[in-house]
């Protein structure tokens, strides 16, 4: 069953934690992407990686970092230095970075305790 | 930037009626999406036209381009329940720029 995972769907974070949140997929494409949406809104791109070892900055990418150590894995850590985490986390994958459709998970929501 | 802007931003129907959003768009593109959004879910890739195109057809759906006035409409058909969600254009190719959405309620 090919597709993306995300995990966990909820998760908690304390003032001044660092937390991640696991983004999979099987589809065996290289370009990876971590949106953010607040309610209401669209998505807005925050880290996207094109290729293995290699990520670039999205436009809302203070307070967030990723690696791409696998081709199949693109985490994303909200640091501490994000103030307002809380929203609806979306990663996505497209074949090749020069491919316009995207293919979506299901979503982490970060709440702040 | 490139945002696509979406109207109207809420629209309740009922079943069996046509639904009709717009979105609009700020400098010249290569092509443009339509995804659907259930309710605490994950996007899904509605449909895509390209620049050279003028309508493009899915199913119940038609989604139209006019580059002149940096607009595209995506029309539902038919609308069913099941159609309620929110729905997003987005341009570009990689870096996605989406709009902010409709909310689409088709009531039974």
């Known amino acids: 069953d090919g597709g993306i995972t995300q995990s966990p769907k909820y998760l908690f974070r304390k003032e001044g934690q660092n937390v991640t949140l696991s983004c999979e997929q099987n589809?065996?494409?290289?370009?990876m992407y971590w949106y953010r949406q607040d309610p209401g809104q669209g998505l807005r791109l925050i880290y996207y990686?094109?290729?293995?070892?290699?990520?670039q900055k999205g436009d809302i990418a203070e307070g967030y970092s990723v690696s791409r150590e696998k081709k199949e894995s693109f985490p994303l850590t909200v640091t501490s230095a994000q103030k307002n985490p809380t929203a609806f986390y979306l990663c996505?994958?497209?074949?090749?970075?020069?491919?316009?459709?995207?293919?979506f998970g299901p979503g982490t929501r970060l709440l702040v305790l | 930037s490139q945002q696509g802007e979406e109207d109207p931003q809420a629209l309740s129907i009922q079943e069996g009626e046509n639904a009709t959003m717009n979105c609009s768009y700020k400098?010249?593109?290569?092509?443009l999406q339509w995804y659907r959004q259930n309710s605490g879910r994950g996007l899904v890739h509605l449909i895509l036209?390209?620049?050279?195109?003028r309508e493009k057809h899915s199913g119940r759906l038609r989604v139209t381009l006019d580059t002149s006035k940096k607009s595209s409409s995506l029309l539902i058909t038919a609308s069913r329940a099941a159609d309620t969600a929110s729905y997003f254009c987005?341009?570009?190719?990689?870096?996605?720029?989406f709009g902010q959405g409709t909310t689409l309620q088709v009531k039974p």
């Open positions: 996505a994958s497209s074949i090749r970075s020069d491919q316009e459709t995207q293919y």
């Open positions: 589809l065996n494409h290289d370009a």
């Open positions: 990686s094109q290729i293995v070892n290699d990520f």
């Open positions: 400098t010249s593109i290569n092509n």
């Open positions: 036209i390209r620049s050279n195109e």
């Open positions: 987005a341009v570009g190719t990689g870096k996605l720029i």
